[in-house]
Protein backbone atom coordinates (compact mmCIF):
# COMPACT_ATOMS: atom_id res chain seq x y z
CA UNK A 1 0.00 0.00 0.00
CA UNK A 2 1.08 3.89 -0.90
CA UNK A 3 1.28 5.75 2.60
CA UNK A 4 -1.17 8.80 1.96
CA UNK A 5 -1.11 11.96 3.77
CA UNK A 6 -4.07 14.01 4.24
CA UNK A 7 -2.95 17.55 6.03
CA UNK A 8 -4.00 20.94 6.68
CA UNK A 9 -0.94 23.37 6.24
CA UNK A 10 0.99 23.09 9.72
CA UNK A 11 4.79 21.09 10.07
CA UNK A 12 6.39 19.12 7.30
CA UNK A 13 7.96 17.12 9.96
CA UNK A 14 4.81 15.07 10.57
CA UNK A 15 5.37 13.65 7.28
CA UNK A 16 8.61 11.95 8.85
CA UNK A 17 7.69 10.48 11.98
CA UNK A 18 7.44 6.71 12.26
CA UNK A 19 4.00 5.46 10.42
CA UNK A 20 5.63 2.06 9.66
CA UNK A 21 5.29 1.71 13.56
CA UNK A 22 2.49 0.75 15.16
CA UNK A 23 1.73 3.37 17.58
CA UNK A 24 1.79 1.80 20.84
CA UNK A 25 5.53 0.62 19.83
CA UNK A 26 7.01 4.16 18.81
CA UNK A 27 10.32 5.14 20.50
CA UNK A 28 9.85 7.39 23.85
CA UNK A 29 11.97 9.71 22.20
CA UNK A 30 9.44 10.87 19.71
CA UNK A 31 6.83 11.40 22.78
CA UNK A 32 5.27 13.43 25.78
CA UNK A 33 3.58 12.51 28.61
CA UNK A 34 0.32 14.56 28.87
CA UNK A 35 -2.55 14.16 30.98
CA UNK A 36 -5.34 11.75 28.69
CA UNK A 37 -8.56 10.00 29.47
CA UNK A 38 -9.66 6.79 28.54
CA UNK A 39 -10.12 5.49 25.12
CA UNK A 40 -10.91 3.25 23.10
CA UNK A 41 -8.05 3.38 20.96
CA UNK A 42 -4.09 4.21 21.38
CA UNK A 43 -3.20 7.58 21.30
CA UNK A 44 0.17 9.36 21.39
CA UNK A 45 1.34 12.44 22.04
CA UNK A 46 4.07 14.17 20.32
CA UNK A 47 6.39 17.48 20.37
CA UNK A 48 7.31 19.21 16.52
CA UNK A 49 9.02 22.64 17.11
CA UNK A 50 7.42 23.79 20.16
CA UNK A 51 3.83 22.27 19.09
CA UNK A 52 2.15 19.18 20.81
CA UNK A 53 0.32 16.34 18.51
CA UNK A 54 -2.30 13.85 19.81
CA UNK A 55 -1.59 10.73 17.43
CA UNK A 56 -5.02 8.20 17.19
CA UNK A 57 -5.12 5.10 15.84
CA UNK A 58 -8.20 4.72 14.08
CA UNK A 59 -10.36 1.58 12.71
CA UNK A 60 -11.04 1.76 8.87
CA UNK A 61 -12.29 4.88 7.01
CA UNK A 62 -13.31 6.66 10.71
CA UNK A 63 -10.06 8.70 10.37
CA UNK A 64 -10.83 10.38 7.26
CA UNK A 65 -14.58 10.78 8.75
CA UNK A 66 -13.82 11.82 12.04
CA UNK A 67 -11.14 14.55 10.34
CA UNK A 68 -13.50 15.77 7.75
CA UNK A 69 -16.27 16.61 11.15
CA UNK A 70 -13.44 18.75 13.11
CA UNK A 71 -12.47 20.68 9.93
CA UNK A 72 -16.05 21.07 9.29
CA UNK A 73 -16.63 21.76 13.32
CA UNK A 74 -13.78 24.34 13.32
CA UNK A 75 -15.44 26.51 10.19
CA UNK A 76 -18.50 26.59 12.27
CA UNK A 77 -16.32 28.20 15.11
CA UNK A 78 -18.02 25.16 17.31
CA UNK A 79 -15.25 24.22 20.72
CA UNK A 80 -13.25 21.00 19.39
CA UNK A 81 -10.05 20.27 18.83
CA UNK A 82 -7.95 21.05 15.79
CA UNK A 83 -7.74 18.34 12.82
CA UNK A 84 -4.55 18.15 11.59
CA UNK A 85 -3.96 14.85 9.35
CA UNK A 86 -5.04 11.97 8.57
CA UNK A 87 -2.65 9.17 7.62
CA UNK A 88 -3.64 5.73 6.56
CA UNK A 89 -1.90 3.69 3.76
CA UNK A 90 0.47 2.50 6.60
CA UNK A 91 2.23 -0.73 6.72
CA UNK A 92 4.48 -1.98 8.93
CA UNK A 93 8.21 -2.47 7.51
CA UNK A 94 7.62 -6.79 7.05
CA UNK A 95 4.65 -5.29 5.12
CA UNK A 96 1.75 -5.92 7.82
CA UNK A 97 -0.96 -3.21 7.08
CA UNK A 98 -1.25 -0.91 10.19
CA UNK A 99 -4.40 1.24 10.67
CA UNK A 100 -5.23 4.80 9.81
CA UNK A 101 -4.21 7.43 12.39
CA UNK A 102 -5.92 10.51 13.05
CA UNK A 103 -4.02 13.97 14.03
CA UNK A 104 -4.97 16.91 15.43
CA UNK A 105 -3.46 19.66 17.84
CA UNK A 106 -3.01 19.18 21.47
CA UNK A 107 -5.21 21.86 23.32
CA UNK A 108 -2.40 23.88 25.68
CA UNK A 109 -3.18 24.04 29.06
CA UNK A 110 -6.44 21.04 28.57
CA UNK A 111 -7.26 18.58 31.22
CA UNK A 112 -9.44 15.39 30.97
CA UNK A 113 -12.09 14.74 33.73
CA UNK A 114 -10.13 12.10 35.68
CA UNK A 115 -7.36 14.60 36.62
CA UNK A 116 -10.56 16.63 37.74
CA UNK A 117 -12.99 14.77 39.49
CA UNK A 118 -10.86 13.08 42.20
CA UNK A 119 -11.05 12.79 45.64
CA UNK A 120 -9.75 16.16 46.23
CA UNK A 121 -12.21 17.66 44.11
CA UNK A 122 -14.40 21.39 45.87
CA UNK A 123 -18.57 20.86 44.89
CA UNK A 124 -18.28 23.91 43.48
CA UNK A 125 -15.49 22.72 41.24
CA UNK A 126 -17.91 20.10 39.56
CA UNK A 127 -20.88 22.53 39.19
CA UNK A 128 -18.79 24.84 37.26
CA UNK A 129 -17.35 21.87 35.01
CA UNK A 130 -21.31 20.60 34.51
CA UNK A 131 -21.91 24.32 33.15
CA UNK A 132 -18.90 24.03 30.82
CA UNK A 133 -20.27 20.69 29.52
CA UNK A 134 -24.05 21.62 29.21
CA UNK A 135 -22.87 24.63 27.41
CA UNK A 136 -20.50 22.49 24.96
CA UNK A 137 -23.32 20.28 24.05
CA UNK A 138 -25.91 23.28 23.43
CA UNK A 139 -22.92 24.88 21.30
CA UNK A 140 -22.78 21.84 19.17
CA UNK A 141 -26.70 21.33 18.64
CA UNK A 142 -27.38 25.05 17.89
CA UNK A 143 -24.82 24.42 15.02
CA UNK A 144 -26.10 21.33 14.09
CA UNK A 145 -24.22 18.59 15.10
CA UNK A 146 -25.26 15.54 16.60
CA UNK A 147 -22.46 13.83 18.88
CA UNK A 148 -24.07 10.85 19.73
CA UNK A 149 -21.73 10.12 22.20
CA UNK A 150 -21.81 13.15 24.58
CA UNK A 151 -19.23 11.92 27.37
CA UNK A 152 -16.70 13.27 29.95
CA UNK A 153 -13.86 11.06 28.39
CA UNK A 154 -14.42 12.42 24.94
CA UNK A 155 -14.38 16.24 26.32
CA UNK A 156 -11.75 18.25 27.40
CA UNK A 157 -11.42 21.18 30.18
CA UNK A 158 -9.43 24.39 30.07
CA UNK A 159 -9.59 27.04 32.95
CA UNK A 160 -11.78 30.37 32.42
CA UNK A 161 -11.42 32.83 34.76
CA UNK A 162 -12.53 30.71 37.66
CA UNK A 163 -14.74 28.97 35.17
CA UNK A 164 -14.05 25.93 32.65
CA UNK A 165 -14.82 25.34 28.96
CA UNK A 166 -15.59 22.62 27.32
CA UNK A 167 -13.94 21.03 24.12
CA UNK A 168 -14.76 18.18 22.10
CA UNK A 169 -12.35 15.70 21.93
CA UNK A 170 -14.04 12.46 19.48
CA UNK A 171 -16.17 13.26 16.69
CA UNK A 172 -15.96 9.26 15.61
CA UNK A 173 -19.79 8.97 15.87
CA UNK A 174 -20.92 12.35 15.50
CA UNK A 175 -23.14 13.39 12.38
CA UNK A 176 -23.14 17.04 10.79
CA UNK A 177 -27.06 18.28 9.82
CA UNK A 178 -28.47 21.49 9.00
CA UNK A 179 -30.36 21.70 11.99
CA UNK A 180 -30.96 18.70 14.69
CA UNK A 181 -34.89 17.73 15.28
CA UNK A 182 -36.12 17.70 18.89
CA UNK A 183 -35.63 13.81 18.87
CA UNK A 184 -32.18 14.19 17.69
CA UNK A 185 -31.06 15.84 20.82
CA UNK A 186 -32.82 14.15 23.20
CA UNK A 187 -30.85 10.96 21.94
CA UNK A 188 -27.66 12.95 22.80
CA UNK A 189 -28.74 14.04 26.02
CA UNK A 190 -29.91 10.40 26.85
CA UNK A 191 -26.46 9.31 25.78
CA UNK A 192 -25.00 11.80 27.74
CA UNK A 193 -27.03 10.80 31.27
CA UNK A 194 -25.65 7.22 30.98
CA UNK A 195 -22.16 7.56 29.74
CA UNK A 196 -22.11 10.25 32.24
CA UNK A 197 -23.12 8.76 35.19
CA UNK A 198 -20.92 5.34 34.00
CA UNK A 199 -17.65 7.46 34.36
CA UNK A 200 -18.48 9.13 37.42
CA UNK A 201 -19.50 5.43 39.21
CA UNK A 202 -16.43 3.81 37.74
CA UNK A 203 -14.29 6.56 39.48
CA UNK A 204 -16.43 5.72 42.85
CA UNK A 205 -15.75 2.71 42.63
CA UNK A 206 -12.15 3.01 42.31
CA UNK A 207 -12.21 5.52 45.78
CA UNK A 208 -10.98 8.64 43.28
CA UNK A 209 -14.31 10.53 43.28
CA UNK A 210 -14.76 13.46 45.79
CA UNK A 211 -17.78 11.82 48.25
CA UNK A 212 -19.98 15.39 47.89
CA UNK A 213 -20.30 14.01 43.91
CA UNK A 214 -23.23 11.79 43.31
CA UNK A 215 -23.27 9.98 39.88
CA UNK A 216 -26.95 9.87 39.62
CA UNK A 217 -27.56 13.57 40.63
CA UNK A 218 -24.37 14.57 38.84
CA UNK A 219 -25.13 12.92 35.33
CA UNK A 220 -29.31 14.40 36.01
CA UNK A 221 -27.99 17.52 36.55
CA UNK A 222 -25.86 18.40 33.05
CA UNK A 223 -29.48 17.28 30.98
CA UNK A 224 -31.45 19.95 33.34
CA UNK A 225 -28.36 22.95 32.82
CA UNK A 226 -28.85 22.05 29.25
CA UNK A 227 -32.48 22.16 29.00
CA UNK A 228 -32.66 25.61 31.05
CA UNK A 229 -29.62 27.22 28.49
CA UNK A 230 -31.08 25.69 25.26
CA UNK A 231 -35.21 27.21 26.45
CA UNK A 232 -32.98 30.64 27.22
CA UNK A 233 -31.24 30.87 23.93
CA UNK A 234 -34.17 29.34 21.70
CA UNK A 235 -37.91 30.09 23.21
CA UNK A 236 -39.74 32.95 22.05
CA UNK A 237 -40.66 36.09 24.09
CA UNK A 238 -44.27 37.34 23.82
CA UNK A 239 -44.70 41.41 24.64
CA UNK A 240 -46.83 44.02 24.09
CA UNK A 241 -45.86 46.35 21.24
CA UNK A 242 -45.14 49.19 23.39
CA UNK A 243 -42.60 47.27 25.78
CA UNK A 244 -39.72 47.28 23.51
CA UNK A 245 -37.20 47.26 26.42
CA UNK A 246 -37.92 43.62 27.29
CA UNK A 247 -36.64 43.07 23.66
CA UNK A 248 -33.77 44.80 24.85
CA UNK A 249 -33.41 43.32 28.24
CA UNK A 250 -33.49 39.43 26.36
CA UNK A 251 -30.64 40.58 23.82
CA UNK A 252 -28.33 41.55 26.81
CA UNK A 253 -29.06 38.41 28.69
CA UNK A 254 -27.72 36.72 25.63
CA UNK A 255 -25.12 38.44 25.45
CA UNK A 256 -23.66 37.83 28.64
CA UNK A 257 -24.20 34.25 27.94
CA UNK A 258 -21.79 34.58 25.84
CA UNK A 259 -24.10 34.82 22.34
CA UNK A 260 -25.00 37.32 19.79
CA UNK A 261 -28.18 38.18 18.27
CA UNK A 262 -28.34 38.14 14.27
CA UNK A 263 -31.81 39.12 13.63
CA UNK A 264 -35.26 38.96 15.49
CA UNK A 265 -38.05 37.76 14.12
CA UNK A 266 -41.42 39.48 15.19
CA UNK A 267 -44.74 37.94 14.57
CA UNK A 268 -48.01 39.71 15.39
CA UNK A 269 -51.79 38.88 14.75
CA UNK A 270 -54.02 42.51 13.94
CA UNK A 271 -55.50 43.36 16.82
CA UNK A 272 -53.58 41.75 19.36
CA UNK A 273 -52.15 42.88 22.73
CA UNK A 274 -49.20 41.01 21.89
CA UNK A 275 -46.35 40.54 19.82
CA UNK A 276 -44.04 36.82 19.28
CA UNK A 277 -40.61 37.85 19.16
CA UNK A 278 -37.54 35.47 18.62
CA UNK A 279 -34.36 36.12 18.62
CA UNK A 280 -31.99 34.00 15.82
CA UNK A 281 -28.65 33.56 18.24
CA UNK A 282 -25.58 32.77 16.21
CA UNK A 283 -22.25 32.64 17.29
CA UNK A 284 -21.37 32.29 20.52
CA UNK A 285 -18.28 33.92 21.60
CA UNK A 286 -19.86 37.43 21.96
CA UNK A 287 -16.82 38.99 24.32
CA UNK A 288 -14.31 37.25 23.60
CA UNK A 289 -14.84 38.11 19.75
CA UNK A 290 -15.26 42.10 21.47
CA UNK A 291 -11.65 41.70 23.11
CA UNK A 292 -9.97 40.21 20.28
CA UNK A 293 -10.91 43.13 17.56
CA UNK A 294 -9.90 45.71 20.34
CA UNK A 295 -6.97 44.10 22.13
CA UNK A 296 -5.56 40.88 19.37
CA UNK A 297 -6.22 38.72 22.79
CA UNK A 298 -7.78 35.41 21.69
CA UNK A 299 -9.04 33.44 25.32
CA UNK A 300 -11.83 32.19 26.49
CA UNK A 301 -15.41 33.87 26.95
CA UNK A 302 -15.17 34.18 30.88
CA UNK A 303 -11.66 35.49 30.69
CA UNK A 304 -12.53 38.06 27.73
CA UNK A 305 -16.00 39.49 29.80
CA UNK A 306 -13.43 39.52 33.22
CA UNK A 307 -10.63 41.48 30.94
CA UNK A 308 -13.09 43.88 29.30
CA UNK A 309 -14.25 44.79 32.55
CA UNK A 310 -10.64 45.66 33.50
CA UNK A 311 -10.36 47.87 30.45
CA UNK A 312 -13.77 49.17 31.29
CA UNK A 313 -13.01 50.53 34.30
CA UNK A 314 -9.72 51.56 33.27
CA UNK A 315 -11.02 54.19 30.21
CA UNK A 316 -13.51 55.28 33.03
CA UNK A 317 -10.72 56.57 35.05
CA UNK A 318 -8.35 57.43 32.16
CA UNK A 319 -10.89 59.28 30.06
CA UNK A 320 -11.89 62.36 31.16
CA UNK A 321 -15.50 62.95 30.87
CA UNK A 322 -16.23 64.73 27.53
CA UNK A 323 -13.32 63.62 26.37
CA UNK A 324 -14.17 62.11 22.75
CA UNK A 325 -11.22 59.16 22.80
CA UNK A 326 -12.54 56.02 20.73
CA UNK A 327 -12.66 52.81 22.13
CA UNK A 328 -9.48 50.94 20.01
CA UNK A 329 -7.41 53.62 21.51
CA UNK A 330 -8.05 53.18 25.11
CA UNK A 331 -8.26 49.16 24.51
CA UNK A 332 -4.38 49.73 23.31
CA UNK A 333 -3.11 51.84 25.83
CA UNK A 334 -4.90 49.75 28.49
CA UNK A 335 -2.70 46.44 26.69
CA UNK A 336 0.54 48.03 27.33
CA UNK A 337 -0.51 49.96 30.78
CA UNK A 338 -1.93 47.01 32.74
CA UNK A 339 -1.99 43.71 31.25
CA UNK A 340 1.60 43.79 29.34
CA UNK A 341 3.01 44.60 32.92
CA UNK A 342 1.59 41.88 34.55
CA UNK A 343 2.82 39.20 32.17
CA UNK A 344 6.01 40.23 32.25
CA UNK A 345 6.33 40.19 35.43
CA UNK A 346 6.04 36.29 36.44
CA UNK A 347 8.81 34.65 35.94
CA UNK A 348 9.90 32.63 33.13
CA UNK A 349 9.72 29.91 34.75
CA UNK A 350 6.21 30.05 36.13
CA UNK A 351 4.70 31.17 32.63
CA UNK A 352 3.84 28.28 31.74
CA UNK A 353 1.05 27.68 34.97
CA UNK A 354 -1.57 28.72 33.60
CA UNK A 355 -2.39 30.64 30.10
CA UNK A 356 -1.71 34.24 29.88
CA UNK A 357 -5.45 35.28 30.38
CA UNK A 358 -6.42 33.06 33.29
CA UNK A 359 -2.82 34.87 35.54
CA UNK A 360 -4.18 38.10 34.59
CA UNK A 361 -7.75 37.24 36.08
CA UNK A 362 -6.26 35.73 39.19
CA UNK A 363 -3.94 38.81 40.14
CA UNK A 364 -7.63 40.74 39.35
CA UNK A 365 -8.86 38.09 42.26
CA UNK A 366 -5.77 38.46 44.31
CA UNK A 367 -5.61 42.59 43.82
CA UNK A 368 -9.17 42.28 45.50
CA UNK A 369 -8.19 40.26 48.67
CA UNK A 370 -5.30 41.77 49.29
CA UNK A 371 -7.21 45.77 48.94
CA UNK A 372 -9.88 44.05 50.79
CA UNK A 373 -7.61 42.99 54.18
CA UNK A 374 -5.55 46.46 53.61
CA UNK A 375 -8.45 48.70 53.28
CA UNK A 376 -7.35 50.47 50.38
CA UNK A 377 -6.45 49.39 47.11
CA UNK A 378 -2.48 47.86 47.10
CA UNK A 379 -2.27 48.30 43.26
CA UNK A 380 -1.35 45.81 39.98
CA UNK A 381 2.47 45.80 41.08
CA UNK A 382 1.84 44.76 44.51
CA UNK A 383 -0.86 42.40 44.26
CA UNK A 384 1.04 40.60 41.24
CA UNK A 385 4.53 40.44 43.18
CA UNK A 386 2.23 39.04 46.41
CA UNK A 387 0.50 36.74 43.32
CA UNK A 388 4.07 35.24 42.26
CA UNK A 389 5.19 34.55 45.73
CA UNK A 390 2.47 33.20 47.36
CA UNK A 391 -0.07 31.37 44.95
CA UNK A 392 1.73 30.98 41.40
CA UNK A 393 4.74 29.16 42.78
CA UNK A 394 2.78 26.55 44.55
CA UNK A 395 0.86 26.19 41.36
CA UNK A 396 1.06 22.72 39.38
CA UNK A 397 1.81 23.03 35.91
CA UNK A 398 -0.93 21.81 33.79
CA UNK A 399 0.47 21.06 30.89
CA UNK A 400 2.45 18.44 32.28
CA UNK A 401 0.21 17.33 35.58
CA UNK A 402 -0.27 13.74 35.16
CA UNK A 403 -3.35 13.44 38.09
CA UNK A 404 -4.92 10.49 38.73
CA UNK A 405 -3.63 7.19 36.70
CA UNK A 406 -5.15 7.02 33.35
CA UNK A 407 -6.51 3.74 32.00
CA UNK A 408 -6.48 2.64 28.25
CA UNK A 409 -7.96 0.60 25.91
CA UNK A 410 -7.00 -0.70 22.52
CA UNK A 411 -9.81 -2.11 21.49
Given at each position: ?????????????????????????????????LPRGISR??????????????????????????????????????????????????????????????????????????????????PDTASRL??????????????????????????????????????????????????????????????????????????????????????????????????????????????????????????????????????????????????????????????????????????????????????????????????????????????????????????????????????????????????????????????????????????????????????????
Amino acid sequence: MVLQVTAAPDDPDLLFLPWDVPLEDWPADRLVTLPRGISRHVVRFVRLHGRVYAVKEVHGRLARREYGLLRDLDRLGAPAVDAVAVVDGRTSRTGEELEPALVTRHLQFSLPYRALFSSTLRPDTASRLLDALSLLLVRLHLTGFAWNDCSLSNTLFRRDAGAFAAYLVDAETGELHPTLSRGQREYDLDLARTNIYGELADLEAGGMLHESVDAVHTAEAVVRRYQRLWDELTEPLEVSPGSRYLVDAQIRRLNDLGFDVAELEVVGEPGASTIRVQPKVVDAGHHSRRLLRLTGLDVEENQARRLLNDLDTYRAAAVMPGTDVDEETVARHWLADVFEPVIERIPPELRGRLEPAEIFHEVLVHRWFLSEAAGHDVGMDAATASYVENVLKFRPDERAILGTPMRRSTD
